[in-house]
Nanobody
Framework: QVQLVESGGGLVQAGGSLRLSCAASGISFSINTMRWYRQAPGKQRELVAQIKPGGSSTDYADSVKGRFTISRDNTKNTVYLQMNSLKPEDTAVYYC???????????WGQGTQVTVSS
């Protein structure tokens, strides 16, 4: 049974930082591409960042480049999202996902709320 459990969300002032974690079980974590998405009220879910299995290949949405950093610890089956210089527009529910290869199923966590006050 696949489980992805996010944590680390909360309320922070603009300019502050948060680190999200996503602990995975039931998958071969080290060979899965891991992603962070977010969904703000009334908006579509958007891809924020992804990290390939080896950890050396990362991609970011333009809106978070230079502020967010995705990383993974394959020994702990955990992916992280370090968020710095947070803005009110970063307010959303953040979800992590895992996918094996291009054609594998994408699994999702339950999400963690991030609220950035101005």
């Amino acid at each position: 049974q696949v489980q992805l459990v996010e944590s680390g969300g909360g309320l922070v002032q603009a300019g502050g930082s948060l680190r999200l974690s996503c602990a995975a079980s039931g998958i071969s974590f080290s060979i899965n591409t891991m992603r962070w998405y977010r969904q703000a009220p009334g908006k579509q879910r958007e891809l924020v960042a992804q990290i390939k299995p080896g950890g050396s290949s990362t991609d970011y949405a333009d809106s978070v480049k230079g502020r967010f950093t995705i990383s993974r610890d394959n020994t702990k089956n955990t992916v992280y999202l370090q968020m710095n210089s947070l803005k009110p527009e970063d307010t959303a529910v953040y979800y992590c996902s895992s996918r094996l290869g291009i054609y594998g199923n994408e699994y999702w966590g339950q999400g963690t709320q991030v609220t950035v006050s101005s």
